[in-house]
């Protein structure tokens, strides 16, 4: 028979396990990035660029939300170590109708971090970017169900 004692021990260990299951084994916890505004259409483009600064590869998720309120995620293919994911907004959830104002969130589930930059142009000419580096957002898991 469990006394109480061992069975909050039994809750604990489970918690840890399902934990690091649902953070790819990695340390518990989770990185992300928020890109408070970007813009699309009318001559306008932006896209981002994900760069693993970690040594071990990562599956990032992004959730891009709509000035209108609508949202979308997509769970990203896995960013070995040191590589670079670009692309533009619209073409990483093609299936988001996008308003000409969007804002996103990039997370990961795990301890490694990583830097996103978001990168804006004009098709009449000009450029910027602005580069974000993850934060430590504690022992949140995050899933995308699209």
Not at 49 to 68: E, K, L, Q
Not at 90 to 109: A, H
Request: aromatic content about 10%.
């Amino acid at each position: 028979m469990f006394s109480r004692k061992k069975g909050l021990w039994v809750v604990l260990i489970m918690a840890v396990l399902s934990a690091s299951v649902l953070t790819g084994g990695n340390a518990l916890g989770s990185q992300s990035v928020t890109v408070p505004y970007a813009v699309v259409g009318s001559g306008w483009w932006s896209g981002i660029a994900i760069t693993n600064t970690s040594s071990h590869a990562i599956t990032p998720i992004v959730y891009i939300s709509n000035s209108d309120g609508t949202s979308h995620c997509t769970a990203l293919s896995s960013i070995a170590s040191g590589a670079i994911y670009a692309d533009l907004i619209e073409n990483i959830i093609p299936s988001l109708t996008l308003t000409s104002r969007v804002w996103l969130s990039v997370v990961n589930n795990g301890a490694d971090e990583f830097d996103v930059t978001l990168f804006v142009g004009q098709t009449d000419g000009g450029f910027g970017f602005q580069a974000f580096h993850s934060e430590d957002r504690g022992s949140v898991a995050f899933i995308c169900l699209p």
